[in-house]
């Protein structure tokens, strides 16, 4: 880092280290670092996105499941929080226990 310091400009180091300078830049609407044809190969949604992104928006708006017999709904929605839950918890990365 200090070689670098060394052989950038004061308001160079500033703007590439210390992230300063016009924000946002006049390319802001573009794929600067990683193209949008490569984003999804390199940076595939978790698993688990689709189900929760659903689960969240039955919980922000119940009335998506008004379809359903109204005798039925609240269970379905009793049970939205838990199903969430249960899905992040199945898709995180963790690491098995060694004494199990």
């Avoid at 500033?14 to 794929?31: H, I, N």
């Avoid at 008004?66 to 992040?88: K, Q, R």
């Amino acid at each position: 880092m200090a070689n670098e310091r060394s052989t950038l400009s004061k308001d160079g180091y500033a703007r590439e280290r210390l992230g300063v300078g016009e924000c946002p830049s006049d390319e802001s609407d573009t794929w600067q670092v990683i193209g949008e044809e490569a984003w999804p190969i390199h940076c595939p949604p978790p698993r688990s996105s689709r189900p929760c992104a659903i689960l969240g928006a039955v919980t922000d708006d119940p009335s998506l499941i008004s379809g359903m017999p109204d005798a039925l709904e609240p269970f379905i929605l009793a049970l939205v929080p838990a199903a969430t839950a249960a899905i992040a918890g199945w898709a995180a990365p963790h690491t098995p226990r060694s004494n199990a």
